[in-house]
């Protein structure tokens, strides 16, 4: 039971930034594997703003986030539109080449120590089954929250519209106007500070190394090809799955260092039966 | 300071080989493997499991059962074996896909089977690593002599130049022209009747085998692995002496290997450390290198030494133009 409790916590920590991964990757075609580190810095600048500077830990969140979603626009407009001409696969190359200078970026500056937030020690609430810490219940309620937030975001707003209309036929909504730009340029600053956020809420739960953001980008890919790839829902339902087998699967005293093996070999048996996930279409992105 | 020299000289010569393998994968056909470290880490496994001696050191409480003591050629060929059958397991449901899956397959395979290393102390003695790896003809020659060393960078060198000239070989054949038909456009090659999966299955195989001889060799160079040795960092220079160096052109990939592992990174040992700041210049390094992807790929995307490209009419072709 404390592992099925455990498989909530993951699943919904993972849920957020997996959606909004599931969100970049459809809207601008490629697979972006610098999004874990992203994540990782994010929860670095946190750590810098919150133990180094002193600030109160909400202000130094918000203020992480404004920085992980202006670097996601200059990554944009510096590395990734340029070579969007060359297709996908060159994109993924330089994705790997930024993930890189991210997580070295990080080991250079904090090293390679775990750290900690500066945040006041908590006792875990019993919950009918479950022993949760109050900060936990927090993550979740918010994760949840802010998932809900992206999904009315591209039904009821004008750019969340204009990112359906990008992301089915480029072409097309250009030609009907649509300011395709404006949409990427939004596609990142949501989907940067939304990682940011994962990465805080990940850093909270588990200790923050800089190998933590290259380690949860596995199980995010995990999740996004087993709910199918640029299916939002997929990804929040493929995360929840992922966080809950893999936690569970620690029951056996054989898998728990395997929690990533896991992962992947949901996936891998997914790849197998079907390619285009669980609630994917044929087409893919 | 020769025998530096000399070890120098043999690791870059086995990471040319890691950019070889990855340029037939690549360059060739245009499969994205992001697991260059996995099928290194699997050859030099199996080759150090079986060259090595059995240990009865107990670590963790957990007794170190393998170790076979069996001599070299038998751990070369047996991870060419092994390598070979893992990209063949991984080929089976992701080389029918959108390359992208593929990438995301072997980066996760490398990770898992780090994993595999770190925590099956039975087998791989965990972070302790493998000691005690006999290099060729150990009986005539002890490990760290001189002699040793040139045997095994003649060994080394005469594997690469003889992968060297099956991949141009491969390349000029109408096998490697089917490849690059893959590359440029898999739609119309299979329309022409090729079977596409079935070519790429051989490539990624062929690859995978190329890894897992350099593994060996660099289990054998080093004599002593342990996980740490094939963090996914490595996979991201073969990646970056590729690019650079121009993939699709095999004198490129040893250009790039040699430029990137040989200048970049070994050549900067020299620079005096920092006290109390151990991780900074190998950060620093690697940042430099990520920096010079990017920048190779939004300047010069086909590398310092690019792929002839066949003029077809009027219009040039960029290689790497794909959907």
């Keep these: 039971m404390i592992y099925l409790g455990f498989g909530i916590i993951a699943g919904a920590v993972l849920a957020l930034p997996s959606v909004a991964l599931s969100l970049l990757c459809r809207n601008c075609k490629f697979f972006n594997l610098a999004y874990g580190d992203q994540m990782g810095l994010t929860a670095y600048l946190v750590l810098f703003f919150n133990v180094s500077l002193g600030l109160n830990f909400p202000a130094s969140v918000v203020l992480s986030l404004i920085i992980s979603a202006i670097l996601g626009v200059i990554f944009y407009w510096i590395i990734f539109k340029p070579l969007r001409r060359h297709g996908p696969l060159v994109l993924l190359i330089a994705s790997l080449g930024l993930a890189f200078v991210i997580h070295n970026s990080e080991l250079a500056i904090w090293g390679p120590n775990p750290q900690k937030y500066n945040i006041p020690f908590e006792t875990g609430l019993r919950l009918g089954p479950f022993i949760m810490t109050p900060i936990q219940l927090v993550l979740i309620g918010l994760s949840f929250a802010l998932t809900g937030g992206i999904f009315a975001m591209l039904r009821y707003t004008g750019i969340g519209r204009a990112m359906r209309a990008t992301a089915d036929n480029l072409e097309l909504a250009t030609i009907r106007g649509v300011d395709t730009e404006r949409v990427f340029i939004w596609t990142w600053i949501i989907c940067s500070a939304t990682a940011g956020l994962g990465g805080v809420f990940l850093a909270l739960i588990t200790t923050l190394t800089p190998w933590t953001g290259f380690i949860t980008l596995l199980f995010l890919f995990s999740a996004l090809i087993l709910g199918g790839v640029g299916n939002l829902v997929g990804a929040l339902v493929g995360a929840m799955i992922i966080g809950l087998v893999s936690e569970c699967a620690a029951i056996l005293s054989v898998l728990a260092p395997y929690k990533i093996a896991v992962a992947f070999a949901i996936m891998f048996i997914c790849l197998l039966f079907r390619p285009s996930g669980i609630l994917g279409k044929e087409r893919g992105f | ?323």
């Design chain 2, 1 to 323: 300071m020769l025998s530096f020299i000399i070890g120098i000289i043999t690791v870059v010569t086995i990471f040319c080989i890691l950019v070889l393998a990855l340029n037939m994968r690549w360059g060739y056909c245009g499969l994205l493997d992001f697991g260059v470290a996995g099928f290194f880490l699997i050859g030099a496994y199996t080759a150090a499991i079986l060259i090595s001696a059995p240990s009865e050191s107990y670590l963790f409480g957990v007794r170190h059962t393998a170790g076979y003591g069996l001599s070299w050629p038998i751990g070369l060929i047996a991870s060419v074996v092994t390598s070979g059958f893992l990209a063949f397991l991984i080929g089976i449901p992701t080389l029918r896909l959108r390359g992208d899956y593929l990438a995301i397959v072997t980066i996760g395979m490398a990770e898992i089977l780090r994993y595999v290393a770190i925590n099956e102390k039975w087998m791989t003695r965990g972070v302790q690593g493998i000691r005690d790896i006999k290099r060729p003809f150990e009986s005539f020659f002890p490990a760290a002599s001189l002699p040793s060393d040139i045997i095994l960078l003649v060994l080394s060198l005469t594997i690469l130049a003889l992968f060297f000239i099956i991949a141009s070989r491969l390349y000029i054949s109408p096998f490697g022209r089917v490849l690059r038909a893959i590359r440029e456009d898999e739609l119309v090659t299979s329309f022409l009747g090729k079977p596409v999966s079935h070519f790429k299955m051989l490539t990624f195989v062929l690859g995978g085998i190329y890894m897992g001889v350099a593994g060996a060799l660099f289990a054998m160079y080093v004599t002593a692995i342990e996980p740490y040795q094939f963090i996914p960092t490595y996979t991201f220079l073969m990646w970056a002496c590729l690019i650079v160096g121009g993939s699709g052109n095999n004198w490129g990939a040893i250009l790039g290997g040699a430029l990137i592992m040989g200048l970049f990174v070994q050549g900067t040992r020299f620079l005096p450390s920092i006290s109390g700041q151990p991780q900074l210049i190998p950060a620093l390094r690697y940042i430099a290198v990520g920096i010079l992807l990017i920048v190779v790929l939004r300047l010069r995307p086909r590398g310092l030494l690019p792929e002839k490209v066949i003029e077809i009419g009027e219009e040039t072709r960029d290689v790497h133009a794909k959907s």
